[in-house]
């Protein structure tokens, strides 16, 4: 099976919204009147960020999964996307599972697979997303402010519990392996909530690298502090009983992989808040507000501050 043989099998499909699709040198895509396009690209790197033998039809989905995270946390709705693939050696077993998972999550959210590149080389996956929001109304990472309330939607921490175990760092009974498992490796992007926060939410982003330092984000490009309470956070990990309750608090507040959204919105706007999670179906807990000062406070159990640091994954960090 040649290039362009592997290409029609798996990664050609009719387009609906696009202008133009698959099979010419460039995709057309016509964004509606009032409307600003969302772009963002996210690569997947064998060993880096999945396992060799990882489940062609999972590390589909989450190839994609992660890119709509990101327009999830911009308030997009998701249209189109591209695929670049370099891969070892065209295998039309695990290619067709890879293109199932791919394209069952690109229908439920339809958007639409219109064109990418593909070689051969190393297993690497990288796909653009492309999504619309209305002009003026993206959820930034600039926007929060003191005083406002921090959410978190979903649960936080199983992905890395699950990687802590594929790794052999700590032991899980079977069905909590199976069941973290399946977050690390089948991920839900939140872009019905996301959408849902338009106008709501002050600031968003995306966890992909973990709870603190990915809110150290918002912190930086807002010019605010926050603080957060672990007696609202411990309740986002209940999976692995028996597990030792600082391990699930790393894993929570620095675990990674989790592609929930953090949000700040102000206190004035719970009700609001709570009937966007209802109308997107997405549970979210408050964990902590928004302060004035600079840097990032935590509580523990008796409302204490915790001094311990908890660093949350940099590819390129020692
Ligand atoms: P060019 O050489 O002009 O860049 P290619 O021969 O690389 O074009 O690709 C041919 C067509 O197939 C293009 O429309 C391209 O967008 C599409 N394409 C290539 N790889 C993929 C892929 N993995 N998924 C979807 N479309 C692809
Ligand atoms: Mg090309």
Same mark, same amino acid.
């Given at each position: =099976?040649?290039?362009?043989?592997?290409?029609?099998?798996?990664?050609?499909?009719?387009?609906? @919204?696009?202008?133009?699709? *698959?099979?010419?040198?460039?995709?057309?895509? %016509?964004?509606?009147?009032?409307?600003?396009?969302?772009?963002?690209?996210? =690569?997947?790197?064998? #060993?880096?960020?999945?396992?060799?033998?990882?489940?062609?039809?999972?590390?589909?989905?989450?190839?994609?999964?992660?890119?709509?995270?990101?327009?999830?946390?911009?308030?997009?709705?998701?249209?189109?996307?591209?695929? %670049?693939?370099?891969?070892?050696?065209?295998? $039309?077993?695990?290619?067709?599972?890879?293109?199932?998972?791919?394209?069952?999550?690109?229908?439920?959210?339809?958007?639409?697979?219109?064109? #990418?590149?593909? &070689?051969?080389?190393?297993?690497?996956?990288?796909?653009?997303?492309? !999504?619309?929001?209305?002009?003026?109304?993206?959820?930034?990472?600039? /926007?929060?402010?003191?005083?406002?309330?921090?959410?978190?939607?979903?649960?936080?921490?199983?992905?890395?519990?699950?990687?802590?175990?594929?790794?052999?760092?700590?032991?899980?009974?079977?069905?909590?392996?199976?069941?973290?498992?399946?977050?690390?490796?089948?991920?839900?992007? @939140?872009?019905?909530?996301?959408?849902?926060? @338009? !106008?709501?939410?002050?600031?968003?982003?995306?966890?992909?690298?973990?709870?603190? !330092?990915?809110?150290?984000?918002?912190?930086?490009?807002?010019?605010? /502090? $926050?603080?957060?309470? &672990?007696?609202?956070?411990?309740?986002?990990?209940?999976?692995?009983?028996?597990?030792?309750?600082?391990?699930?608090?790393?894993?929570?507040?620095?675990? /990674?992989?989790?592609?929930?959204?953090?949000?700040?919105?102000?206190?004035?706007?719970?009700?609001? *808040?709570? $009937?966007?999670?209802?109308?997107?179906?997405?549970?979210?807990?408050?964990?902590?507000?928004?302060?004035?000062?600079? /840097?990032?406070?935590?509580? !523990?159990?008796?409302?204490?501050?915790?001094?311990?640091?908890?660093?949350?994954?940099?590819?390129?960090?020692?």
């Amino acid at each position: =099976m040649g290039e362009f043989e592997l290409i029609r099998r798996f990664f050609t499909r009719p387009v609906r @919204r696009a202008v133009l699709g *698959v099979g010419d040198d460039c995709a057309l895509l %016509a964004p509606a009147p009032g409307m600003q396009l969302a772009i963002s690209s996210d =690569m997947l790197v064998e #060993g880096r960020h999945f396992f060799a033998d990882v489940d062609p039809r999972r590390l589909g989905h989450k190839a994609l999964a992660v890119n709509l995270s990101d327009l999830a946390a911009c308030g997009a709705r998701p249209l189109a996307f591209t695929l %670049a693939l370099s891969l070892p050696r065209a295998d $039309a077993a695990w290619a067709g599972a890879f293109a199932d998972g791919l394209m069952a999550l690109a229908e439920a959210h339809q958007c639409e697979l219109i064109g #990418g590149d593909t &070689t051969q080389g190393p297993l690497n996956i990288c796909i653009t997303v492309f !999504g619309e929001v209305p002009a003026g109304q993206a959820l930034l990472r600039s /926007g929060a402010r003191a005083g406002d309330d921090i959410y978190v939607s979903g649960t936080l921490g199983e992905a890395r519990l699950a990687l802590e175990a594929l790794q052999g760092h700590l032991q899980l009974p079977p069905a909590t392996l199976a069941a973290t498992r399946l977050r690390l490796e089948t991920p839900t992007p @939140r872009v019905a909530l996301g959408q849902a926060l @338009r !106008g709501i939410a002050s600031s968003a982003l995306d966890l992909s690298d973990g709870l603190l !330092g990915d809110l150290g984000h918002i912190l930086a490009q807002s010019g605010v /502090g $926050a603080c957060i309470d &672990t007696r609202l956070t411990s309740a986002l990990l209940t999976a692995g009983p028996g597990l030792d309750t600082e391990l699930l608090r790393q894993c929570t507040l620095a675990g /990674g992989d989790d592609y929930e959204l953090c949000f700040t919105a102000a206190p004035t706007l719970r009700a609001q *808040v709570e $009937a966007a999670a209802a109308a997107s179906a997405t549970p979210v807990t408050r964990i902590g507000s928004i302060e004035a000062q600079a /840097g990032l406070r935590l509580l !523990g159990n008796q409302g204490q501050e915790l001094l311990q640091r908890y660093a949350s994954f940099d590819h390129f960090s020692a």
